[in-house]
């Protein structure tokens, strides 16, 4: 990235040789992102990551079907979206005539009902959206069967997959296979942070969210950031260079901590069925404990953690994975995210597995 943000800083919308050089740079990212998800490379469109890429796909593919005359639509998700999904679908219901917003519900490990996904489908929905991986609990969900569903029962529908927390560890190009719409974001990848992007495939209808200069061939205005386009690329080759190696060295990692704290840990649990949960989320409850209460005493142990999706204002807000999950309110309380990576080492998994426990009796006593 650094000499796009340094040396090669033509405009890459201009004519001259500076501007065409970023502007190489730029369609050389798009083939690759375009390889690495398995679409083609006019189908990538560039965002400011995955908050954006999600939006695009639910306010543009709503804003396309709402003006299509005297016409009444659904988009349904899952009820464990991010909240860049929901508050979206949310948006569009508020803001677009004759749209709705229907949730479907997932089991107690965190999957798709995929009966009650099948009586939500009908010739009125023109979305689903349903993400690849969770990012609370981890649990991957099952795209296939969304996409056959909705070909068979909702025919007129367009499928979006958030691809944010998947593509880490999934081969997206596989895993998406015949979805319509794929949100990525870079910083999930281990590149830069405010990067992404929305594969649209061709002959989707959607309506931009920005105009302006009408780059991405109309779907995206405004001046590439080309240093985070590289960012982007390169982060998803990297990822797919080591994918399967790192699975099962970072799934393994994850057991010995999960299985490690399930034993140290009295009436510890976890939420989410392991084996469809993606390697690097390890998604455990401590009844009897205030999730934010053991952030900060894990922090003071250097042990970085995170109690789940945090607003605006930094407070926690009651994680509706979990009360979708039927995850009794008490013991979503004491929640707690530990994400495992390409940095992560069997130390640092055993300077865990010293602390939490200790920490955890602490805040019981
Ligand atoms: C599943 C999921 N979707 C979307 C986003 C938003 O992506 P970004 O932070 O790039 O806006 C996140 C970020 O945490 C996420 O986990």
């Known amino acids: ?21 970023a502007r190489q740079a730029v369609e050389d990212a798009r083939d690759q992102v375009a390889e690495l998800l398995g679409a ?11 908050t954006e890429a999600d939006n695009l796909a639910v ?31 949310r948006a569009a ?23 009650r996904l099948a009586e939500a489908l009908d010739a009125r929905v023109s979305l ?14 099952p795209l296939s069967d969304v996409v056959a569903l909705t070909r068979r029962l909702a025919p007129g529908a367009v499928v979006h997959t958030d691809a944010v927390q998947g593509a880490a560890w999934l081969d997206v190009a596989l895993a998406a296979r015949g979805v319509d719409l794929v949100s990525v974001s870079a910083h999930k990848l281990g590149g830069p942070k405010g990067a992404g992007a929305l594969v649209v495939r061709e002959g989707t209808q959607l309506e931009p969210l920005v105009v302006g200069g ?35 060295r970072v799934g393994a990692l994850r057991d010995r901590l999960a299985d490690g704290l399930l034993d140290a840990v009295p009436s510890a649990t976890e939420a989410a069925d392991r084996k469809s949960v993606v390697p690097g989320t390890c998604h455990l409850c401590f009844e009897g404990v205030d999730r934010e209460e053991l952030v900060v005493l894990l922090d003071e142990a250097g042990v970085c953690v995170s109690a789940g999706a945090a607003c605006a204002s930094g407070a926690l807000e ?20 530990f994400s495992l990576g390409h940095t992560t080492s069997p130390a640092d998994v055993e300077r865990a597995l010293a602390v939490v426990p200790e920490a955890v009796a602490r805040l019981r006593g």
């Open 318 to 337: 009651p994680s509706h994975v979990l009360a979708a999950m039927g995850v009794p309110a008490r013991i979503a309380r004491g929640s707690i995210r």
């Open 93 to 115: 219901a508020a803001r677009l005539p004759g749209v709705e917003h229907a949730l479907v519900g997932v089991d107690t490990h965190g999957v798709l009902d995929l009966e």
């Open 59 to 89: 306010l543009g593919v709503l804003g396309a079907a709402a003006r299509r005359p005297g016409q009444e639509t659904v988009v349904v998700s899952s009820a464990v979206e991010h909240a860049a999904v929901l508050e979206a679908c």
């Open 40 to 50: 083609a490379p006019g189908e990538v469109v560039f965002t400011s990551g995955g």
């Open 214 to 248: 009408g780059q991405e061939r109309e779907r995206r205005a405004g001046t590439h950031d080309v240093a985070g386009a590289v960012g982007l690329a390169t982060a998803l080759a990297s990822v797919a260079k080591d994918r399967d190696a790192e699975a099962v």
């Open 128 to 141: 689903v959206t349903v993400m690849l991986a969770n990012n609370e609990v981890g649990t991957v969900q």
């Open 1 to 21: 990235m650094a000499p796009f943000a340094s040396q090669v800083f033509g405009h890459p919308s201009g004519h001259h040789r500076q501007a065409r050089a």
